[in-house]
């Protein structure tokens, strides 16, 4: 069932005895600032129980493994451009002709990297400014148009000053505008804005297997957390995480709790309106049906079965 804000305003009235004895609705001549205190508190609550309640989100990534020119996994390792001469990565084209798209890293802040093709003589389909002014590496990709009849591509890497390239590729597949792949083992993968916490990732991928893999790593970044997606892998990622709840405001929000969850706030609001006119018996009572609620709601559910995915073979 879904509850309003309102829904639980009310509830937690009757519990405290707030209510117009004939009618059940609530006595609104005593229950001014209860109600002023609502909306924060219930956003308070469930923010506060995000991590036992029963709410979960599914968000599916379709992962595919695009190959480079270069070869499948090539070039993920680092190397330098040592200044005495330009560091190049050069390939032939393949079946489908010239190359449309480049990714690469590099840490130099006073480099230029080319995007070339040859058909006779090279021709510079691409000028990149290298302008890392950080430590780390500097991710650049771009779509380029390559030269008909071409039949060789590189990358040449030229400068003043020493650097270092990382993750280079080239690609002769046609990317639509900002899905240029992430050329590295473990690509970085945006999840949805509304993610607190991953709970449980499952890998679907044929043939008919579904089940956790180590396809997949989880960090912590900032306030977050970041999945890197293993760069080979070829399935579906379904996430499931706890989302960020909705901050209320309005009585006639709908709050996105299931119902035990709902039920538990309703005496954390009624707690917190005795608490105010020092009510120790009724706040310590409220206080103990809201912690009995809580644990309720921290019951995990019975796991399903799981496949064991066999790495090491006849072990």
């Given amino acids: 069932m879904a509850y309003t804000a309102n829904d639980l305003f009310k509830r937690a009235c009757a519990l405290v005895d707030s209510v117009v004895d004939d009618t059940g609705e609530v006595d609104t001549s005593t229950t001014a ?70 990714y690469f ?82 690509q970085p993968t945006t999840l949805p804005s509304d993610l607190y916490k991953i709970d449980d990732v499952k890998v679907e991928y044929a043939p008919d297997i579904y089940t956790n893999n180590p396809a997949y790593q989880i960090e912590r970044e900032d306030n977050g957390q970041t999945l890197y997606i293993d760069y080979n892998f070829e399935g579906i990622l379904k996430v499931q995480y706890r989302p960020f709840t909705t901050v209320p405001t309005a009585f006639t929000d709908i709050i996105e709790v299931d119902d035990l969850t709902a039920q538990c706030i309703c005496y954390y609001l009624a707690m917190n309106f005795v608490a105010t006119e020092q009510n120790t018996d009724l706040r310590n009572q409220f206080r103990s049906q809201y912690e009995n609620l809580k644990l309720q709601n921290k019951k995990d559910q019975p796991m399903t079965e799981k496949i064991i995915v066999d790495f090491y073979g006849g072990i």
């Fill in 33 to 102: 600032d209860y109600k002023g205190r609502t909306l924060s508190l219930i956003d308070m609550c469930q923010k506060e129980l995000g991590d036992v309640s029963d709410l979960f989100k599914i968000y599916e990534i379709s992962c595919s493994s695009v190959p480079s020119m270069f070869g499948r996994s090539s070039n993920t390792n680092v190397r330098q451009f040592e200044v005495y001469e330009d560091l190049e990565y050069e390939c032939i084209n393949g079946v489908r002709g010239e190359v449309k798209a480049y």
């Fill in 105 to 186: 890293e590099a840490d130099s802040g006073d480099g230029t990297a080319y995007i070339e093709d040859y058909n006779g003589s090279w021709n510079t389909l691409a000028t990149i400014t290298l302008d890392d002014t950080t430590a780390g590496f500097k991710a650049y990709s771009g779509s380029v148009t390559g030269t008909t009849g071409a039949t060789k591509s590189r990358i040449r890497f030229s400068g003043s000053y020493h650097y270092n390239v990382v993750n280079v590729a080239l690609f002769d597949i046609a990317f639509e505008s900002g899905k240029i792949p992430v050329y590295r083992a473990w």
